[in-house]
C-alpha cells in the first residue's frame, strides 16, 4: 500500500520555506551571540608575584607590565627598594600606559595623557587618576633578590 503523493508545488513550497527559515537562522544566531556573550567566570585574584627587583627589563625600560588577573597593570621601578604599581590602562580610553624614564612619569602614547608617580592625573585629557596598587618586597633565604609581590590596594 501506497502513502499519499505529495504535489510538487507543495513539495517546493516546504523546501523554499525551510531553505528561508534556514538562512534567517544562520544569520540572526551569530548576530545574537555577538550581543550577548557568553558569562565566563574570571578567577579572582588578590595579588600576583610579578618578578625580581634585579629583572633586566627594568634596567632597559624602567617598568614592567604585569597580568592582575584580566586587568595589566604597571609596575614602575623609582628606587632600589621602591617600587610603584597602578592600572596600566588609561583613565581616558583604555590605552596601555607606559613609563618615560627621562620624564620620570607615566604616560600614555594614545593622546598625551601624563601622569605622575602617584597616579595622579597632571597632563592630557585623562578625567581621572590611574587606581592604585600595593607593592610588598618578599625577601627570599640565601641572599636571592627579593620577589616584587603586587596586591590590591
Known sequence: ???????????????????????????IY?????????NVPEAATNQVEAGGVNDPIFLDKGYKIVRFGPEP??????????FRAFSATCTHLD???????????IACNCHGGQY???????????PRPLTPFKVNLVAKKGGEPATIVVSKA
Open 1 to 27: 500500500m501506497e502513502g499519499p503523493a505529495i504535489g510538487r508545488r507543495r513539495f517546493l513550497n516546504w523546501f523554499v520555506g525551510t531553505s528561508f527559515g534556514a538562512m534567517c537562522v544562520s544569520v
Open 30 to 38: 551569530p548576530v545574537l551571540r555577538y550581543v550577548s556573550p557568553p
Open 73 to 82: 597593570v604597571i609596575l614602575v621601578k623609582v628606587s632600589d627598594t621602591d
Open 95 to 105: 590605552c596601555i600606559v607606559g613609563y618615560a624614564k627621562d620624564k620620570g612619569a
Open 116 to 126: 605622575d608617580l602617584t597616579g595622579r592625573n597632571v597632563g592630557g585629557p585623562p
